[in-house]
């Protein structure tokens, strides 16, 4: 993990148009983000014109005295009080546990305000439930700012930067989504269709999909039996009343399409 956030003016940005695959959490650096491509990248997004004359702008940053170190760099143009937002991909829906955290750095001491926001639809700034606001301090090496994500069925996330001031910066970088749960989870399968994991005790499986949502899981003993039809709850099964043994994971998709995991209850 970064430690330092450099900053310096640029200019560009553009507008993302591309649809969001869904991650169980997130842990992004932007260190293996091309700089010269910008925006969107990886699945990441903003609404920035890229232009300093119509609106404040947010762009891929390289660090002046670390080339392998990038950074979202957000710049307040002629424009206080006008936010911008930058999109992550889509995320598994918090069930209460998951926490956001991210280091932030602003030239003005606690000018420029970053706010959580949780969307309905992908860019849909129409619907926007605001978790939290951070003013963000001057100086390099603060504590990240966090919060926990009350349980929620959005899977849209935004940051929206605001500064009270013109050309002001923002040097924003390490942003950590995940779940005490997900933290101790064992991944079992990563396909094109679904990831699934399991916590340290197997109680649970967690499912992200890169399509539609899960609509069924059905656990299946080696014999073909089905010992577990249920549909996920904030992306989770319960498996606890499973024995131990071998089964295979049967997962349906809303839009039809199926996977299958071999899965081992020990």
């Not at 991909?89 to 420029?112: C, E, H, M, W």
């Not at 899977?155 to 500064?163: D, G, L």
Request: with cysteine; aromatic share 10%.
């Amino acid at each position: 993990m970064k430690k330092t956030l450099l900053f310096a003016l640029c200019f560009a940005g553009a507008i993302a148009t591309q649809v969001k695959a869904q991650t169980a959490s997130l842990d992004e650096n932007f260190d293996k983000f091309d700089v010269n491509e910008g925006l969107p990248q990886k699945e990441w997004s903003t609404d920035s014109s890229g232009n300093v004359n119509t609106s404040p702008i947010i762009r891929l940053r390289q660090s002046t005295n670390n080339p392998n170190n990038n950074y979202i760099f957000f710049y307040s143009a002629f424009f206080p009080n006008k936010p911008v937002y930058l999109f992550t991909p889509k995320v598994a829906a918090s069930d209460g546990t998951y926490k956001i955290k991210f280091l932030a750095n602003s030239r003005n001491n606690q000018s420029t305000t970053i706010t959580v926001c949780l969307l309905k639809g992908e860019f849909d700034l129409e619907d926007v439930t605001e978790v939290k606001s951070f003013s963000i301090t001057q100086g390099a090496g603060q504590p990240p700012y966090e919060v926990i994500i009350p349980k929620t069925d959005r899977q849209y996330i935004a940051f929206k930067f605001e500064s009270t001031q013109e050309h002001d910066t923002c040097g924003f970088d390490n942003v950590v989504y995940s779940s005490p749960n997900m933290a101790t989870a064992e991944v079992l399968a990563i396909n094109e269709l679904v990831s699934i994991a399991t916590t340290a005790d197997q109680s649970s499986l967690f499912f992200a999909t890169k399509e539609s949502a899960v609509s069924e899981v059905k656990i299946l003993s080696v014999n073909g039996q089905v010992v577990l039809t249920a549909k996920p709850t904030d992306n989770r099964v319960n498996i606890s009343s499973l024995n131990k043994g071998v089964y295979i994971v049967s997962t349906t998709l809303a839009n039809g399409k199926t996977a299958n995991t071999k899965f081992i209850k020990k």
